[in-house]
């Protein structure tokens, strides 16, 4: 071997020790990445911009109109009326922004659950509003018979209007009782109407009342 092909020799083995030696970088999986950010864990509690989120129309406009007094959070809370052919569905959870005292020396802020369901004719509400009522008494709470007031029932707080091809039911909690929720469901009435065919309201252990 001639002194040339000695130096080549050496040259190449040299580079091929030196890649050998060359630390690998870190290759990180999403799995990796999303278990360190949570990035793209869901959250059911993330603030939305409701000008923007909700759709236009009448439910856009509502929610447009409460911004003054309420921060919207859309929420992905589970309905009995999930489980029925709907148009369109709306979950949008309003918070308060002011507290309200909740016994001596607790302050809480309110809030309310607003469910919002179309549907294509009257016999498909229907058959979601009515069998959403029988359904109260198996996990929902005591049982609710259309049109029948009671003094007394164990299910949370609620306010309910069924139209032709919408229903909109509002969730309260007892410990929000201090807020007074009567500017806000007079709200829903002026924008979605006066038109209902049934409309449920619900206090703290009752009374329930139709209207």
Not at 124 to 129: D, Q
Not at 151 to 175: G, H, Q, W
């Amino acid at each position: 071997m001639n002194w040339k092909n000695t130096i080549g020799f050496c040259l190449i083995m040299g580079l091929v020790a030196c890649n050998g030696a060359e630390e690998k970088p870190d290759i990180i999986s999403m799995e990796d990445f999303v278990g360190e950010t949570g990035e793209l864990e869901e959250d059911t509690n993330v603030v939305v911009d409701a000008v923007i989120e909700v759709p236009t129309g009448t439910m856009g406009l509502f929610v447009h109109n409460q911004l003054q007094s309420f921060d919207t959070i859309s929420i992905d809370e589970f309905h009995p009326i999930d489980r029925f052919t709907y148009n369109q569905r709306n979950k949008i959870l309003f918070r308060a922004k002011t507290d309200v005292p909740y016994g001596e020396n607790i302050m809480v802020t309110p809030r309310a659950e607003f469910f919002y369901y179309t549907f294509s004719d009257t016999t498909k509400t229907k058959n979601a509003f009515y069998n959403w009522l029988d359904g109260f008494n198996n996990g929902e709470g005591d049982e609710v018979k259309l049109n029948q007031d009671a003094n007394s029932i164990k299910t949370p707080p609620r306010f309910v209007l069924a139209y032709d091809t919408v229903i909109l039911t509002v969730n309260y909690m007892c410990e929000h009782q201090k807020q007074d929720w009567s500017t806000f469901e007079d709200s829903i009435i002026s924008r979605f109407g006066k038109d209902y065919n049934y409309r449920m309201e619900i206090g703290c252990g009752g009374p329930l009342k139709w209207k």
